[in-house]
C-alpha cells in the first residue's frame, strides 16, 4: 500500500486548508486512516482519523471544531479540510493507514502505511 498525500501551502491564521491523501489499495475495509503533524524538535501529534467502513471521526482535541475529515469511497481518498487555522497547526502532516483499535486510534505505532508528508504553513 502507498499513500500520496497532496494539499496544504501557506495561510494566514484564520484561513483554510485542505491536505488529502490517495491509497493505492485498501486492504480491509476495516482499517482506518489517520493523520499526524510533526513540528522539529517535538514529537507526532494525532490530528485526526476516520474509520474507511463506519465513516466514525476521531479528533485531538486541539482540532475538534475546526478540522474535518472525510473519506472519498470512490477515489480510496480521505481529506483534511483545515478551518480557522492558527500558527500552531504548523508542522509536516502525515496520513497512515492501519488497523487500530479505538482505544489506539491515536496512536503513532498503531499504523502500518504512511505517506511523504505535506507541509502546513500558518503564519500570524
Not at 11 to 20: D, E, I, M, P
Not at 78 to 104: F, K, R, W
Request: aromatic share 8%; with cysteine; hydrophobic share 35%.
Amino acid at each position: 500500500v502507498q499513500l500520496q498525500a497532496s494539499g496544504g501551502g501557506l495561510v494566514q491564521a484564520g484561513g483554510s486548508l485542505r491536505v488529502s491523501c490517495a491509497a493505492s489499495d485498501l486492504p480491509s475495509n476495516r482499517w482506518a486512516m489517520g493523520w499526524f503533524r510533526r513540528v522539529p524538535g517535538k514529537e507526532s501529534e494525532f490530528v485526526a482519523a476516520i474509520r474507511l467502513s463506519s465513516r466514525h471521526t476521531f479528533y485531538s482535541d486541539s482540532v475538534k471544531g475546526r478540522f474535518t475529515i472525510s473519506r472519498d469511497s470512490a477515489k480510496n481518498t480521505a481529506h483534511l479540510q483545515m478551518n480557522n487555522l492558527v500558527p500552531e497547526d504548523t508542522g509536516a502532516y502525515y496520513c497512515a493507514l492501519g488497523a487500530p483499535i479505538n482505544s489506539q486510534i491515536r496512536a503513532h505505532s498503531a499504523y502500518d502505511h504512511w505517506g511523504q508528508g505535506t507541509q502546513v504553513t500558518v503564519s500570524s
